[in-house]
Structures are given as structure tokens and as C-alpha cells.
């Protein structure tokens, strides 16, 4: 099975507009961490936000938040107000405490913002 | 601010040569990773280094793959006598256990290219 699952490949939204992207896991550690990451095309990961498997609130770190449904195993990320260089791919990731050190990755999402 | 470092950023290489690819992670990072990312698809887990020794591999890090830490510095990737399916993106990440979020931090990536 999948560890982490992204079902939309692609996304389109309207700049200034909010966007959520899908994100479950599949895990039957109690002790877990959900990222979220983002790759422009220049390629790099850029790490944008956690949410701990412990944490009671939702993580929020500027204008993305971290829709966290822990019975529903999902982590879906919200951009509020989008802006032309959200534009890229979006990874949704799980560490592990039972796997120690390995993060295992979804198949990204790709996001345009249209002006 | 830290980063992660990684050269080549480019290399293209012939079917069957050895190839290295090298990292500096940051300085008090504990936890060492190389992922890779084959054109437009997922980021796929290589393998993991803690305490001088691999700790994970995935079933992508066969014989021909290797890695080492040999000054305390420098985490290099070698590929032994590289494929045609190896060409993809190469990152190398630090982590560090002690913060709480544990996020990975991701080098810019080494782009291997192999005719």
C-alpha cells in the first residue's frame, strides 16, 4: 500500500484565490510527521510547513495551513490567497518513528496559478 | 542560513562509467539521506546514513550504488557503472532529530545525465 497518497495530479487556481491540495497516509505508527514541500521548476525542495501526528492544532506558517483530520489519515495543505509563483509542485511527505529515518514522499501535485 | 550543498550540479556521463556525487550537509546534522527524482515523477527514497553506517535502503540502492562519509564533511553517492535508467535528479538531505520538526533539508540537487 502507499504510504502517502496525492489523487490530483495537476491543479489549476485563480490568483488571490485559496487552494487546497490532497494529501492521505497510510501509517500504523502513532508517532508520525506530515511536511508538506514545494518544487519550482528550478527544481529544489523547499520545505513549507509540519504538522506533528500529537499536535491538536492545525500548523499554519503564513498563508499555507495544514488541514489535519487524524481520524481520516489526511494532511491537506491550504494556500490562502495564491500568487503566481505558488506555481510549481507540491510534495506531501510521512516520517516514520518506527521507520527511524525515512521519509516516504507522494506522487506531487502540480499547481498553476492562473493570473 | 545552513544549507545543504551539492556538486555537480550537472553531470552527463556515458552508459557503464563511475560516477560520484557529492554532498555537504549541514554541520550538526546527524541523519544523512540521497533521494532521486526521475523526470517529472516522484521523489523516490535511496538510502540512509546514520552514525557512519546505512541505516535504510530502498530496493532502488543495489550493488551498484554506494555511500560514504569519508572525512566527516563530505557524503558522496557512487554509482559503480551507471544505466541509461539512472539518469534522474539526485538529492541529498540532512536532518536533524534533536529539533522537532525533523524536516528534511534538501540540497539543490546533482542532475546526472547518462548517453
Known amino acids: 500500500a502507499q504510504k502517502i497518497t496525492q489523487t490530483q495530479p495537476g491543479m489549476f487556481v485563480q490568483e488571490k484565490e485559496a487552494v487546497t491540495l490532497d494529501c492521505t497516509y497510510d501509517?500504523?505508527?502513532?508517532?508520525?510527521?506530515l511536511f508538506w514541500y514545494k518544487q519550482p521548476s528550478s527544481g529544489e525542495m523547499i520545505f513549507l510547513i509540519y504538522?506533528?501526528?500529537?499536535?491538536?492544532q492545525n500548523a499554519t506558517e503564513g498563508r499555507y495551513s495544514l488541514n489535519f483530520q487524524k481520524a481520516r489519515k489526511s494532511a491537506n495543505l491550504v494556500i490562502s490567497a495564491s500568487q503566481l509563483g505558488d506555481s510549481a509542485m507540491y510534495f506531501c511527505?510521512?516520517?516514520?518513528?518506527?521507520?527511524?529515518?525515512?521519509?516516504?514522499f507522494g506522487t506531487g501535485t502540480s499547481l498553476t496559478v492562473i493570473p | 542560513e545552513p544549507e545543504v550543498t551539492q556538486t555537480p550540479s550537472h553531470q552527463v556521463t556515458q552508459m557503464g562509467q563511475e560516477v560520484i556525487l557529492r554532498c555537504v550537509p549541514i554541520s550538526n546534522h546527524l541523519y544523512f539521506y540521497w533521494y532521486r527524482q526521475i523526470l517529472g515523477q516522484k521523489v523516490e527514497f535511496l538510502v540512509s546514513f546514520y552514525n557512519n553506517e546505512i541505516s535504510e535502503k530502498s530496493e532502488i540502492f543495489d550493488d551498484q550504488f554506494s555511500v560514504e562519509r569519508p572525512d566527516g564533511s563530505n557524503f558522496t553517492l557512487k554509482i559503480r557503472s551507471t544505466k541509461l535508467e539512472d539518469s534522474a535528479m539526485y538529492f541529498c538531505a540532512s536532518s536533524n532529530w534533536e529539533v522537532p520538526t525533523g524536516e528534511l533539508f534538501f540540497g539543490e540537487g546533482s542532475r546526472l545525465t547518462v548517453l
Open positions: 504538522q506533528g501526528s500529537y499536535d491538536e
Open positions: 501509517t500504523s505508527d502513532q508517532s508520525y510527521g
Open positions: 511527505a510521512m516520517r516514520e518513528s518506527n521507520t527511524g529515518n525515512q521519509f516516504y
